[in-house]
């Protein structure tokens, strides 16, 4: 499923590099979003020339939005997402699907590489990872403990799911959070995570992830910058609920404190002196599992320290 929304750059290599691939047996929802730069037009021309295209236009209402509504559309056994700016290498579904089938896991992973006009630079593990299946607690592990596992992304794009893990007991789609701008979507693997019992990981880079200025994460909209903050509150509260080890939500907490920097950092240059106490009191409160998952890297509690003590 791709959500689609002004990329016009970008649309026309990530829609072929889904028509291309080896695996074809696809079902390719493109979810307009109320484009008006072209894409409403690139996704139409794909649409008329295969028809493995299922596209829907509609008014903007957001990223998680257009998701919902792809999810109405789906009718195949397995579910998979790309983002609109992004490409894939040629044989990614099918390397995924036979990991998946092969192994009878629930869940299939690949690595993935971030792109720029310059180069394109392969996301590498600095530690090894299991090979063969994991379960549910090596894959929550893996994903969050960034630093060690920087391949393994809780990004739900490079990835391929069994509808049923998607889904809630009623067999109903788990819906995309519409209210979180930034972040959605890391929520949304959360609680795909949660119904996994068996994953397998290729480790291959087969992902390309388009770093672009313009994208969500690096905007100077100071409407966005308590979703960096919440979605991690959010993760973190959803797994303590559903009993999820401290050994894996020690790592949530150390981002948290990451993203309360960004935003702190974002805030003082902006004189926002109300999202910066925000993210400072955010710092503050997993400051014990932040030094305690850094000691390898003092620089981290130094920029820590040094943003604390920002003051407006």
């Not at 990991?99 to 590489?113: F, H, P, Q, R, T």
């Not at 090596?138 to 630093?147: E, F, G, I, N």
Request: charged share 25%.
């Amino acid at each position: 499923m791709i959500p689609v929304y002004n990329t016009k750059p970008y649309l026309t290599r990530c829609l072929q590099s889904v028509a291309d691939q080896t695996y074809d047996n696809l079902e390719i929802i493109c979810i307009d979003d109320g484009s008006t730069d072209g894409s409403e037009q690139i996704v139409d021309e794909f649409a008329s020339k295969d028809a493995r295209f299922v596209v829907r236009h509609q008014k903007n209402g957001g990223e998680s939005n257009a998701r919902n509504a792809g999810l109405d559309l789906l009718t195949g056994d397995y579910v998979t997402f790309v983002d609109c700016d992004d490409w894939l290498e040629p044989k990614m579904y099918e390397i995924l699907v036979e990991a998946l089938e092969k192994n009878g896991v629930d869940m299939s992973a690949c690595g993935y590489s971030k792109d720029t006009n310059e180069k394109i630079e392969p996301a590498v593990n600095i530690d090894l990872v299991k090979t063969g299946i994991w379960n549910q607690h090596d894959l929550m592990l893996y994903v969050y403990k960034r630093d060690s596992y920087r391949a393994v992304t809780g990004y739900i794009w490079c990835k391929l799911y069994k509808k049923e893990i998607l889904q809630d007991a009623a067999k109903q789609w788990i819906r995309f959070n519409e209210d979180i701008v930034l972040g959605g979507d890391i929520l949304y693997f959360a609680e795909a995570a949660l119904n996994t019992k068996k994953a397998i990981y290729v480790d291959k880079t087969l992902y390309h992830y388009i770093q672009r200025g313009s994208s969500g994460f690096h905007s100077q909209d100071e409407s966005k910058w308590k979703d960096m903050i919440l979605t991690y509150q959010m993760l973190l509260s959803r797994l303590e609920q559903a009993g999820i080890s401290e050994d894996i939500l020690i790592w949530i907490k150390r981002f948290l404190v990451y993203r309360g920097e960004v935003v702190a950092e974002l805030a003082f240059k902006n004189n926002n002196s109300e999202i910066l106490k925000m993210s400072q009191n955010v710092m503050q409160q997993y400051k014990l599992e932040y030094f305690a998952t850094n000691q390898d890297y003092p620089e981290r509690i130094e920029l820590f320290n040094r943003i604390i003590n920002y003051r407006l």
